[in-house]
């Protein structure tokens, strides 16, 4: 089946600073989506992006589906930034579950 | 729009006990999924509920069952529960299904002693 692998695995940033996290798939994808998951545990949809690129604020992402790839940027970072990102993928051969990666965990230093 | 709402949101069971949790999704999204999330095992799909019928489950015991109501409300069941059992729950609410644009609860977060 299909792998989702993210990285960098940690990353730790000073408050003012920007950050690009990767989000790399194995096979063909349906779409591809970023989530963050705040300290206290709710994952917040951040984008649906099976191919192209989108901005919402000081987010954005790009997919590159014909390369397998997804980053998600984030510039200007803030202490409410921290947390963990996640992607995850809609794989093209299953219609029932999205394949998930093992997340990035981010820490804003004020 | 009312986002996904989860209750209990905290709560302690004892082992051999058994829990039942709830999710009101989006307005107008007629699809639940259901995911457990633990440390080590990360995101872990349960299953899925479509217009009142599981449409997809994941690789999980018997002892994990759930439902839907006409109104897109869902719920799920652990049975004879299990120091395993602990962690977060979560559900995402969606318009289309599993694999389409998801919108999570704050998850209930479940003890089992």
């Known amino acids: 089946g299909i792998q989702v692998e993210q990285s960098p695995p940690d990353l730790i940033l000073q408050e003012g600073a920007n950050s690009t996290l990767r989000c790399n798939f194995s096979?063909?994808?349906?779409?591809l989506q970023w989530f963050h998951q705040n300290p206290w545990g709710q994952l917040i949809n951040l984008f649906y992006?099976?191919?192209?690129?989108k901005q919402n604020g000081r987010l954005s992402a790009t997919t590159v589906a014909t390369e397998r790839y997804s980053l998600l940027y984030i510039s200007s970072s803030q202490t409410t930034d921290s947390g963990v990102y996640f992607c995850?993928?809609?794989?093209?051969?299953?219609?029932?579950?999205?394949?998930w990666g093992a997340g990035t965990k981010l820490i804003i230093k004020p | 729009k009312a986002g996904v709402t989860q209750t209990p949101r905290y709560l302690i069971k004892t082992r051999g006990q058994q829990v039942t949790l709830s999710c009101s999704p989006i307005s107008g999204h007629r699809s639940v999924s259901w995911y457990q999330q633990t440390p080590g095992q990360g995101l872990q799909f349960l299953f899925e509920y479509f217009s009142e019928t599981q449409r997809n489950k994941g690789n999980f015991p018997g002892r994990f069952s759930g439902r839907q109501f006409s109104n897109s409300r869902s719920e799920m069941n652990v049975s004879t529960l299990e120091l395993g059992d602990s962690a977060l729950y979560l559900c995402?609410?969606?318009?289309?299904?599993?694999?389409?644009?998801?919108?999570f609860g704050e998850g209930s977060r479940l003890t089992v002693l």
């Open positions: 096979d063909s994808v349906n779409n």
């Open positions: 995402a609410s969606s318009p289309h299904g599993s694999t389409g644009e998801l919108f």
């Open positions: 995850a993928a809609a794989p093209r051969d299953s219609n029932y579950q999205l394949i």
């Open positions: 992006i099976p191919s192209g690129t």
